[in-house]
């Protein structure tokens, strides 16, 4: 096998490699997290698979993690009312040990009942409901 085909055999197989790790990467933006043993999904709106390279640059008042039912809801901390909101796809809601979590698409948690998420951005989209930026998200752990 000559030195050049060589070269690009390497390069080749560099680039699959490459490939392999992003799509294994951004796998979980489809998926979602796995759920833990002993939990059940809550119900959130979430958005279709993207690749967000930019977000409406509004901010979500102060809202507290709650539930209502099975789904997870956020309530307006100043007004007490339900906030609507479609999160980023990927992320999801479950119960366990009798509280709610939200995480991200890697299992990171946003929130838990109870705690005040004051760092949202995103915008309202055509359905009038807020649309949650997936970049800037603070986590938990």
């Not at 946003?110 to 807020?130: E, N, P, Q």
Request: with cysteine.
């Amino acid at each position: 096998m000559s030195r050049r085909r060589k070269v690009f055999v390497t390069i080749a197989a560099a680039g699959v490699i490459v490939l392999g790790a992003a799509a294994l990467w951004l796998l979980p933006l489809v998926t979602g997290p796995a759920l833990p043993a002993g939990a059940t999904r809550l119900h959130i709106a979430t958005q279709g698979p993207s690749l967000p390279f930019g977000c409406a640059a509004a901010a979500l008042t102060p809202v507290r993690v709650a539930t209502s039912g099975d789904a997870l809801t956020l309530v307006s901390v100043s007004s007490g009312s339900e906030v609507k909101v479609v999160w980023p796809s990927g992320f999801a809601a479950w119960r366990i040990g009798g509280r709610a979590v939200l995480a991200d698409p890697w299992g990171h948690v946003v929130g838990r009942d109870g705690d005040v998420l004051d760092s949202l951005g995103g915008g309202l989209g055509a359905d009038d409901v807020f649309h949650v930026c997936p970049l800037g998200i603070v986590t938990k752990e």
